[in-house]
C-alpha cells in the first residue's frame, strides 16, 4: 500500500492506492574472464532487453566490437595485454548509458 501526506496529514487506509514493484537490473553487470586465449564477458540478463552490444573501451572511448541477443560473448585476446570491456542494453527503445565504473578490465595472461 502506499500512502500519501497533505498538509501533514497522513492518509487513511482507504484512501491508499495498491501498486505493484518490480525490481530488476537496470543495465549490464559485467564479468570478465580470461580462458585459452579468449576473453569471456557474462552478464545476467536485462529485465526487457531487446539486444546488447559490447564494447572495448581504448584511449577514453568506446568502440563497438559486437552485438548479440545473449548474454555473453567470447573475444579473441593476445596473451600479456589489458583489455577494457562495457555492454550496452537495449530496453524500450533505447540504450542504457556506461559510467566508468561499467567498464571492466582483464589481462590476458
Known amino acids: ?4 501526506t497533505i ?3 497522513l492518509s487513511k487506509a482507504t484512501d491508499s492506492y495498491k501498486i ?3 525490481a530488476g537490473e537496470s543495465k549490464p553487470v559485467v564479468k570478465a574472464t580470461y580462458k585459452n586465449g579468449y576473453i569471456i564477458l557474462t552478464w545476467k540478463p ?5 539486444k546488447y552490444t559490447v564494447y572495448r573501451y581504448e584511449k577514453g572511448k568506446l568502440r563497438k566490437i559486437k552485438a548479440t541477443k545473449k548474454t555473453s560473448v567470447r573475444i579473441k585476446a593476445t ?4 583489455y577494457k570491456f ?5 530496453v524500450n527503445d533505447k540504450w542504457t548509458t556506461v559510467k566508468k565504473t561499467d567498464i571492466v578490465t582483464v589481462t590476458a595472461e
Open 1 to 4: 500500500m502506499v500512502k500519501y
Open 86 to 90: 562495457a555492454v550496452k542494453a537495449y
Open 7 to 9: 498538509d501533514d496529514e
Open 46 to 50: 536485462v529485465d526487457g532487453a531487446d
Open 20 to 22: 505493484t514493484v518490480t
Open 79 to 82: 596473451s600479456g595485454k589489458e
